[in-house]
């Protein structure tokens, strides 16, 4: 009897250190997948901040590093430029932030050494889109981050009653001064299909609800 309830005792044990061992293996599986998540996510945000295309109606945070009387916050005039002392008029619509920090920094070494500049875009109204038709808030709005068609439908607040959403499309302008027509079946990219026609939007597309 003793025996028979040593080993019974055994195998208990070793079941119970199993799947301690299991419980630890899925913990630390959570753990990795939400840790590389976090960095794809933080590649994704940073990769999209340098990319950014400053314009028109934006404001600037320009800081040389020891020369506050230079640094500034100051917003893009409706003709695409900035005006900072010692570098004078600079194009800033079109640029990116570090495109433009290179731009200041080579007019300012006609009078200091080395200088450091940094430029945030602190206010982003550059980039709009507009979203017409059978859409509860239709109208133009800013995109501070990358919005698709999806984004853009929830925040004008969904369709209306009678809105035909497997006839949505998008107009985007062609730099010719054409248009292209992109379909967007809202029934089927919901339903995971079709999901191509969930496109990241870009400055001046019109999203059309029939």
């Known amino acids: 009897m003793k025996s028979r309830h040593l080993f019974t005792s055994t195998i208990w044990v070793t079941m119970a250190v199993a799947a301690s061992d299991c419980a630890i293996a899925q913990s630390a599986k959570v753990a990795g997948d939400e840790h590389a998540a976090t960095a794809s996510a933080s590649v994704q945000v940073k990769s999209s901040a340098n990319s950014y295309l400053i314009g028109p109606g934006d404001t600037l945070a320009v800081n040389v590093w020891k020369e ?55 206010e982003a109204k550059s980039h709009k889109f507009n979203i017409v038709g059978e859409i509860e808030k239709p109208g133009s709005y800013v995109m501070s981050n990358p919005m698709t068609v999806l984004d853009a439908i929830a925040v004008a607040g969904g369709f209306r009653d009678f809105a035909k959403t497997a006839k949505i499309y998008v107009l985007r302008a062609n730099p010719d001064g054409s248009r292209t027509r992109l379909p967007f079946n809202y029934k089927r990219v919901i339903k995971g299909q079709a999901l191509q026609d969930n496109v990241e939007l870009l400055p001046s597309d019109t999203i059309v609800v029939p």
Do not use: C, H, M
């Open 68 to 122: 506050p009387e230079i640094s500034r916050t100051l917003p893009v005039r409706p003709d695409g430029n900035i005006s900072l002392p010692l570098a004078g008029d600079l194009v800033a619509s079109g640029r990116t932030p570090v495109e433009l920090q290179n731009d200041i920094r080579k007019q300012l070494l006609t009078y200091f050494s080395d200088p450091e500049v940094t430029v945030v875009v602190q």
